[in-house]
């Protein structure tokens, strides 16, 4: 089984005579690019696939070679991918490695990279700025860096390290605190945690970056989301957290200079986009999707986005089974894009929250919420569009071949479900199956990273398996702090 492309991104590219386009996919730790003429590659190549050139061929009976085994899969899987505002580069984030890697896209549609950067802590959004000379990049810890996007050889220097000091042996933590002594049922998981760092032994020393790179700002919690915006020639950093905030922040040099908070949600807060009107629209935890005048710092408007999920599972008897306790139902946001239109057609965004295999759009700043629902055939990872022609765009959505549409545990019994769903809209505004973008993507949908290979588990059905699958997919709702964890 394929693994499932859990990022796309696209880029289109009209001229007078036609409109190409090509898209790019993170399956795993490899990257597919296919693009509009028919070119499709794979990164990284497969050795095993390589072909021996004529000068290269050893000088010695064919009987003699030895039979190589297959390349390993890379030990890391893309957690992020973006690209330049040109389209000539292409960024992705590996998290088991903390990686920000650059890739640079030729004319051939093919992937070079020229540059692997390792954080010292594990990225959670990047994002570049209007002149695609600079990579922002959000951790987990609450901070955001600046990198260059094309390092100089002065750049790559190591820096010079900090004379050593004479620092006292580590000593193992022993806590005074027994099983005895403890009583409650928050003070006994904190017992148990402070034995399980005990076991594994002192607590290793943040590893400095030895490339040219410069922190910008800081939250107290960890960063979910990271935008820029350039308006009247200065810049703009927004950040959100996992304790519900939006931050305002100038941009470089003066990062450190604090604009202004959009207050308003009460959950976490784990996704953004910023609109070609200048609208905010933030999503998380909540129930609702936040339209914001981020100028300002006010709120313009909430979306009704659970109201319309509730609406939209009651009509699917497959999975209206996740309304057994309608008064516990939850969302959580996985991604918000804006659909390229017009400026006269007005502002619509697409939504999608986690394990429910739906798309909702929303019309933006027309003074009455209208909200839709696009059924899937699987839970939607990600959504991309590409210009089909000079007024038409086609919306491409990733979805989870591996669980069960409305589940982000349980297998499909079904092997071969597709991995990619395209639409297109009618002259109603409605949204129709486009079988015609599907089926220049066939190659695109068939590549990728063998679930099997990249986990080394054996059978894909496996308990392991599942649960690396899973934590790689689905990871937004463990923002969500639970009331009874301290009691």
């Known amino acids: 089984m394929q693994f499932p492309y859990q990022c796309i991104v696209a880029r289109s590219e009209p001229s007078e005579s036609s409109i190409s386009w090509t898209l790019f996919g993170a399956s795993g730790s490899k990257i597919v690019v296919h693009s509009s003429n028919g070119a499709t590659s794979v990164w990284p190549q497969q050795v095993g696939q390589m072909q021996?050139?004529?000068?290269?061929?050893?000088q010695e009976p064919p009987g003699k070679r030895i039979k190589l085994s297959p390349p390993k899969e890379p030990n890391f899987n893309f957690s992020c991918l973006t690209l330049s505002n040109d389209g000539n580069y292409l960024v992705g984030v590996t998290g088991?490695?903390?990686?920000?890697?650059?890739f640079q896209v030729d004319s051939q549609s093919r992937l070079k990279q020229l540059s692997e950067r390792c954080m010292s802590?594990?990225?959670?959004?990047?994002?570049?700025?209007?002149?695609?000379?600079?990579?922002?990049?959000?951790?987990?810890?609450?901070?955001?860096?600046?990198?260059?996007?094309?390092?100089?050889?002065?750049?790559?220097?190591?820096?010079?390290?900090?004379?050593?000091?004479?620092?006292?042996?580590?000593?193992?933590?022993?806590?005074?605190?027994?099983?005895?002594?403890?009583?409650?049922?928050?003070?006994?998981?904190?017992?148990?945690?402070?034995?399980?760092?005990?076991?594994?032994?002192?607590?290793?020393t943040k590893e400095a970056m030895s490339f040219k790179h410069e922190l910008l700002l800081g939250h107290v919690s960890m960063l979910t989301d990271l935008a820029?915006?350039?308006?009247?020639?200065?810049?703009?950093?927004?950040?959100a957290d996992r304790d519900e905030h939006i931050r305002i922040s100038r941009g470089i040099p003066q990062a450190h200079i604090i604009e202004g908070f959009c207050f308003g949600h009460e959950e976490f807060v784990s996704r953004m986009c910023v609109t070609r009107s200048g609208r905010l629209i933030s999503g998380g935890g909540d129930g609702q999707v936040f339209v914001w005048d981020w100028q300002n710092c006010q709120l313009v408007e909430k979306l009704p986005l659970r109201d319309i999920a509730i609406q939209h599972l009651k009509t699917r008897p497959d999975i209206n089974s996740l309304l057994s306790d309608e008064a516990a139902f939850k969302t959580a946001v996985t991604g918000i894009w804006e659909i390229p239109s017009s400026k006269d057609q007005g502002?619509?965004?697409?939504?999608?929250?986690?394990?429910?295999?739906?798309?909702?759009?929303?019309?933006v700043d027309i003074g009455a919420v209208l909200g839709s629902s696009l059924a899937l055939s699987g839970n939607p990872l990600d959504v991309a569009f590409v210009q089909t022609s000079q007024n038409s765009w086609t919306m491409i959505v990733s979805v989870d071949n591996v669980h069960t549409p409305g589940s982000t545990a349980e297998r499909r019994g079904n092997q071969d479900a597709s991995r990619l769903q395209c639409f297109a809209t009618q002259a109603d505004g409605q949204w129709s199956e486009d079988a015609g973008i599907?089926?220049?993507?066939?190659?695109?949908?068939?590549?990728?990273?063998?679930?099997?290979?990249?986990?080394?588990?054996?059978?894909?059905s496996g308990p392991t398996e599942s649960k690396g699958v899973r934590d790689i997919l689905y990871h937004v709702e463990n923002l969500r702090k639970r009331p009874g964890a301290e009691d």
């Open 52 to 58: 021996i050139s004529q000068e290269d061929e050893p």
């Open 96 to 102: 088991e490695d903390k990686c920000i890697r650059v």
């Open 121 to 204: 802590r594990r990225p959670s959004s990047i994002t570049l700025t209007s002149d695609d000379t600079t990579i922002l990049c959000a951790d987990k810890f609450g901070d955001v860096y600046a990198l260059p996007l094309l390092p100089s050889p002065e750049d790559e220097q190591p820096e010079a390290a900090p004379p050593a000091k004479s620092e006292p042996e580590d000593k193992n933590f022993m806590p005074s605190a027994t099983v005895l002594t403890v009583h409650s049922g928050r003070n006994r998981k904190t017992l148990e945690e402070q034995l399980k760092q005990n076991a594994k032994g002192p607590l290793k």
């Open 228 to 239: 820029f915006v350039n308006l009247e020639g200065r810049g703009y950093i927004i950040t």
């Open 347 to 363: 502002t619509e965004v697409v939504v999608a929250c986690e394990g429910l295999p739906v798309l909702f759009s929303f019309k």
């Open 438 to 460: 599907r089926e220049a993507l066939n190659i695109f949908a068939e590549a990728g990273c063998n679930i099997d290979t990249a986990f080394n588990d054996g059978p894909s």
